[in-house]
């Protein structure tokens, strides 16, 4: 009995502890979420795949289903269905919310919308839409884009056939219908291949930069399930992050887990447009700026849609103020916080805005990031002061503090501490003192045997040992004390963050340092971030986390307060890039050796013109060099390219059979095509005009296919080169010759061949990319990395070196008249010289002296602005004119937006007038980059720009205004960091003059200025 009783204990009890280990393993059930997808499974939804498929939904408790889109569906009443469910939509969703529905956006993935339609060759306007049949899902016509640009030309919907999509291209191939709706990552590249001819409709030009890819949920589902819908936002942004680093492994997950019906080069081609959509190196991912969602409500409000509220951000927009992102500490991470929930924080006396001490509080940008990470972390901090850099080193690597911020990773720090990702990254200046021969420094090369101050163990003094021995380091004990010996004449330069070298010098009274030159090599962008011992990986690994805790509000918080720009360094080159770069060496580089000004091998056997100079460029960014192989002729390069024998091509455009071998960065030159005539050809508008005529074309170039496809009958010669094109253009065997601008105003000028003038301007470009081998995708990194590094600065001081040529895109017909006139006159004169000899030879002289001073004026007045290399007041004048005679005598309407930059005098006056030139210069990137073809911008004077926008009325010019203040807002212009700007708008009205519609425009932007500046504003209202 007894032994019974035992057993019995013995079996209650292995009872007790089975069901306390069943119960200790009891997993919570994960949460079933629904994402609902707006089109098929493509590459344009990539970051959702890499999060579902890479496990960061699982991660987080979500067990995530992805729907592709269903047309019998609406996304949204799917979304409003149930809790759980989320989805993609375009900019209508900003009008379901208007129309009360209860939505909810949580990210912007698309920057730039891709949404556009394709149509007939036929259809040039989306007038011409009127009648025709156009194949889109249901409610996508209804897009702020798309609306916005049929509503425009009074289009309605019943005036056009709506056909359901079929998602492929078959019908519009075959003449089904006559345009469908397309994301440009999508269906050109099959159109393109299949040799499908097409024009494109692009809503961008008539609403502005909209966004796309929205990801959207319920009300019920972002307020009474917030922790969810945090933590699937949180998981699909690590998924976009990862898709677009690892870009080929979701292409090749796509391939085989999903039915996109699409090749590899396809997806490929996908996912390099989608990158451009999203532009993760100038936009944090998934941020959304309330101003464009502001924009695209103004939109539908203009447009008269049906709406019972107006934009209500405060419940739209998802913040994530209101929940902290979960941080997903391990266990073993936890445990350690609860044994340390103190750090010791090094805090510096003197390095402001950064880190520094005022009056015993540590201060700066870096401390209040300290601060909010320990907040999300729930940790104390204890910070350290009085040490100076190198002491700090020291102590964190004895373990007698347990963290360094605005530390810069090295490859000697980093065998003692470990680091987190970057927080914060920093361009580096070079000062010196003013009035003195060093002012003559205009970069790192011409600091070669000079003396250059250097804080005591900060990172500028091991990168100068390392990779720039000729230059004599000089170390003191912090930078107060290196400025004051550039200052004093003790040394001749220093190097150092130019946000901190200026505050320093003002706070100190150190007035006479000058800001000479931004350094350009990447090595010296400080990417500052927090570094703790080698031996604590773990406290590392936390601090990482609670870095990506730190939300864009915050960021943006914190820039405001210490003017500090966001983390977006241009090219940034990984410990593994710069190592794979060592390892290489020089890298084989095929050029084309006879297309100046382009690139040419010269007598000595260089390599000469533009393509060497942005090589030089790229040679000082990624600290290598470039090994030009020989060959004979562009055909050979490529030939060579093929076989791997070179690594990179120079300045090629990408077409489907180059990228059976070649991969290719984003355009290095954009540059348009034009036709060169014998100078007595009359301007041509449109060249198709001249298609009966014998035009030459360099054999081998890929406009040469271009034109053949859009104009199969016409008499297109080929030539071995552009020279001999040129010269059977002179002797009259061609009517002309169609090359890029550039080329075609460097042989002419070349050759010598007064009688041979551009006289048209094609609508096509040539799109210009760096070729590298598609078998070495690191390498393609690194180059696309030195190509996002140029500078607006870097391409015009080579344009003006190689292509000083002005293209004149019509004619002073006033002045033709006159010459022709003139010239009449002579002929006149020699057929009845013996009669009228004594009668008009008094005329004849006037009429000489007339023609001389005209050619004098024509020869004096540029029609370029020489600083930003776009239109003159004077050529805005006559263009203005020319659009006036255009709607007065075929109708129509165009519109004029002036533009002025706030307090510009104010960048002037801090920075110098250098500094002023390069706002000017990035202002006209930036708004050319933004413009319509069709637009012509022109500097006014001083710091106002005038932009003549035909076929635009005053709503759609307002749009486009808007836009470009948007633009203008966010783009950072170097050290000034922002310049903003005022628009003024007005339209075209029956019995204006060019003096009448200047004075409202004008009057608008002064009414803009009023309000506070920042402002676009329109007369009429």
Known sequence: MLLVNT?????????????CVIQAHVVEPQQKVNLYLNWHHQFEFAGYYAAKHKGFYSALGLDVEIHELDQNQSIKNQVLAAEGNYGVDYSQIVLAHMQGEPVVMLANILKHSPHMLVVRPDIRSPKDLIGKRIMAVPGELSDAGMATMLRQFSISDEQYSQIPHTFNIDAFASGGVDAMTVYTSNQLYELDQRGVRYNLLNPNNYAGLLYSGNLFTSEREATQHTDRASKFLQATLQGWAYALDHPEEIIRLL???????????????????????ILPNVYTLGSINEDRLKQISTIYLDLDFPVSRTLDLSTFVFSAEKVTPPLLLSEEEIAFLESQPTLRVHNESNWPPLNFNLDGVP????????????????LHVEYVSGYEWADFMRMLKDGQIDVMLNIVETESRAKNFLFTPPYLSASSGIYVRSGSASESIKGMGDLRGKRVAVPKGFFIEELLTRHYPDIERVAYRDSVASMEAVAVGDADAIIGRTGVINYLAEKHFISNLALVSIVDDPLFTSQMRIAVNKDNALLRDILAKGIAAVSEDDIVVLRRKWGQPRVNTP????LDERQYLQEKGSIKLCID?????????????????????????????LGTSFDVLRVDSWADALAAAKQRECDLVSLLSSTPSRSEYLNFTSPVLTIPYVIATRKETLYIEDISQVMDEKIGIVEGYSIYEKLKKAYPNAQFVPVGTLEEGLLKVESGSLFGVIDSVASIGYGIRELGLPGVAITGRLDLRRELSVGVRNDDPELLGIMQKAVAHLSPNDHQNIRSRWAPVEYIKSVDYTLVLIILAVSSALVLFFIYRHYVLKRYNQQIEKAHEELLRKNLELEEISVTD?????????????LLEKELKRVNRYGGTFSLIMMDLDHFKQVND???????DYVLKM????????LRETDTLGRWGGEEFIIICPGIDLLGAKHCAENLRQCMQTTRFGVVEHQLASFGVTAYMEGDSADSILQRVDAALYRAKEQGRNQVASLPY
């Open 593 to 621: 050796p006879k297309w100046m000004p382009f690139e040419a091998r010269d007598a000595t056997g260089q390599h000469v013109g533009m393509a060497a100079d942005y090589f030089a460029l790229f040679a000082s960014y």
């Open 910 to 916: 801090t920075f110098g007038h250098p500094m002023g």
């Open 923 to 930: 202002t006209t990137e930036v708004v050319l980059s933004s």
């Open 571 to 574: 090219i940034g080159l990984t």
């Open 363 to 378: 201060a700066g940008y870096s401390i209040d990031y300290m601060n909010l990470v320990a907040e999300k972390l729930g």
């Open 7 to 19: 057993l019995l204990r013995f079996l209650c009890v292995g009872c007790l502890l089975f069901s």
């Open 866 to 878: 020489s600083l930003t290399g776009v239109f003159n007041r004077v050529k805005i004048n006559m």
């Open 255 to 277: 391939a085989e887990e999903y039915e996109t019906g699409k090749t590899l080069p396809a997806l490929q081609f996908e996912a390099a447009e989608i990158r451009k959509a």
